[in-house]
């Protein structure tokens, strides 16, 4: 039996990023890529683990600055993990049409950074200007025209919570119909900012054109105890989903999974995050997939020990998203 049991692996292929968005979650970036002996190392230690996980997340960074080991990643997802969603999350401006018509041969889905329009995307991603965006949105759309499974992620600046639906609505246009609505955290989520996102957030939600669009797995997927996400990050850390990715350099490698050399779990890790979950899964005994995520953001905070992410204004916001989701009556759906 596994120690833990896997839902999704998301690996961070490489720090590198032409951006540097003003609210960027990976905190610590430096220069460091995944090498392809740690990749292939983990891909080991996954299928003996956990088997095949149900998807697998192509991340950074930017993936798209090492597009060859893109390209041999798929290619060994593709062969060992037959059947396995592989999604690759962007900012968009290095893909082309051969990357597209590549990536859509092979049934990979992409997940763009785009926060709206050009004024609001522009103020935090920076440093993009107009030739960038116009880049972008052409290469979002020639992607659906490509037939690619296509969402994003609109990240929300405090000062851009005005702006939301009207976001939303340009995303629309330009034909992206799965959007996921992130609070940006670390940002200074003050109460009048916080009622205010609030909200614009019900609004938005009792708008049916806008709900349909809103990428509400985080609220509907409703995980049992023990099923977790698993991430690689660069040079090469083990740790249980995306929430860890703020953490700086030493302590993903102090609260790492893994040992990199052998390829194996440390028993005291293991240890560790089992014991912690433990707490999540006190009561109920379900949880949302935001749930998940938002302990870990509290996780995170244990592991500084010290208030290191504004989890006390940013985990009531994404409690508040499900709540207002779930007020539409989605559906328990098993994972
Ligand atoms: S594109 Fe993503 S990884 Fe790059 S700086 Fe922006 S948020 Fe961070």
């Known amino acids: ?79 060992g993990f037959p059947g396995a969603d592989v999604r690759m999350q962007t900012n968009g401006l290095m893909l082309d049409r051969t990357k597209i018509a590549w990536l859509s041969a ?16 522009a103020r935090w991603r920076r440093p993009m200007d107009r030739g960038m965006f116009a880049r972008l949105v052409r290469n979002i759309r020639a992607a659906l025209d490509a037939g690619i499974s296509c969402g994003c992620t609109m990240t929300v600046h405090p000062d851009e919570v005005a702006r939301m639906a009207e976001n939303l609505r340009f995303l629309k246009g330009i034909g992206l119909s799965c959007v996921d609505i992130t609070p940006a955290a670390f940002m200074p989520w003050d109460a009048a900012r ?31 105890a023990g099923l977790m996400d698993i991430s690689l990050h660069p040079p090469g850390d083990v ?33 560790y995050y089992r014991r912690r979950y433990a707490l999540l899964w006190k009561r109920p005994s379900w949880r949302t997939y935001r749930d998940h995520v938002s302990f870990g953001f509290e996780m995170v905070n244990a592991m500084m020990g010290r208030n290191y992410l504004n989890t006390r204004q940013i985990v009531p916001l994404m409690r508040f998203m499900t709540r207002v989701h779930l007020s539409y009556g989605h559906k328990k759906i098993s994972a």
Not at 106 to 121: A, P, S
Not at 195 to 223: G, K, N, S
Not at 245 to 265: E, N, V
């Open 1 to 79: 039996m596994p120690v833990i049991r896997m839902r999704s692996a998301v690996i961070y292929l490489t720090e590198r990023c032409p951006l540097a968005c003003g609210y960027c979650y990976f905190r610590d970036k430096r220069q460091h890529d995944l090498s392809w002996k740690v990749l292939a190392n983990f891909l080991v230690l996954v299928k003996r683990e956990w088997g095949s996980p149900r998807s697998f997340v192509i991340s950074g960074g930017e993936p798209l600055m090492c597009w060859d080991k893109v390209k041999k990643l798929v290619m060994a997802l593709r062969s």
């Open 106 to 121: 092979r049934g990979v889905g992409l997940e763009f950074g785009i926060d709206g329009d050009l004024g609001t995307t």
């Open 194 to 224: 916080r009622a205010a996102f609030r909200a614009a957030y019900v609004d938005i939600v009792a708008t049916p054109a806008l709900r349909r669009m809103l990428f509400t797995r985080e609220d509907r997927e409703f995980m049992p």
């Open 239 to 271: 740790l249980l989903g995306d929430a860890f990715l703020c953490l700086p350099g030493k302590a993903r490698k102090k609260f790492s999974l893994w040992d990199p050399a052998t390829g194996t779990l440390r028993p005291q890790m293991v240890a």
